[in-house]
């Protein structure tokens, strides 16, 4: 069975850098893609950012395109969300979730497996 386990979320000041990592075990997770995904206070989910399952290729939503990067580490069945200049509207839970093929989606729907999420919240 496919668990996803997201840790380093947390309180920062606005402009502040916070990194998340999302372990995951069950299958070969270098066979597959990973992504990113948050939910604010009132909202819907939304696609943050997505990397392909060799780490070639990234994607990213355009509100964190040049702040956030994603990378992911296959030997440590590990992918990471380094969040920079970090802004209030930021404020969400952040959840990984594995893809069910290698290329990656910005579709929750490309998406078969996910964590429960780690706190981030932005103070101004």
């Known amino acids: 069975q496919v668990q996803l386990q997201e840790s380093g979320g947390g309180l920062v000041q606005a402009g502040g850098s916070l990194r998340l990592s999302c372990a995951a075990s069950?299958?070969?997770?270098?066979?597959?893609?990973m992504g990113w995904f948050r939910q604010g206070p009132g909202k819907e989910r939304e696609f943050v950012a997505a990397?392909?399952?060799?780490?070639?290729?990234?994607y990213y939503t355009a509100s964190v395109k040049g702040r956030f990067t994603i990378s992911r580490d296959n030997a440590k069945n590990t992918v990471y969300l380094q969040m920079n200049s970090l802004l209030p509207e930021d404020t969400a839970v952040y959840h990984c979730?594995?893809?069910?093929?290698?290329?990656?989606?910005?579709?929750?729907?490309?998406?078969?497996?996910w964590g429960q999420g780690t706190q981030v919240t932005v103070s101004s």
């Open positions: 979730a594995q893809s069910d093929r290698g290329a990656a989606s910005s579709s929750l729907n490309g998406y078969d497996y």
């Open positions: 069950g299958r070969t997770f270098s066979n597959y893609a």
């Open positions: 990397i392909s399952s060799s780490g070639g290729f990234t």
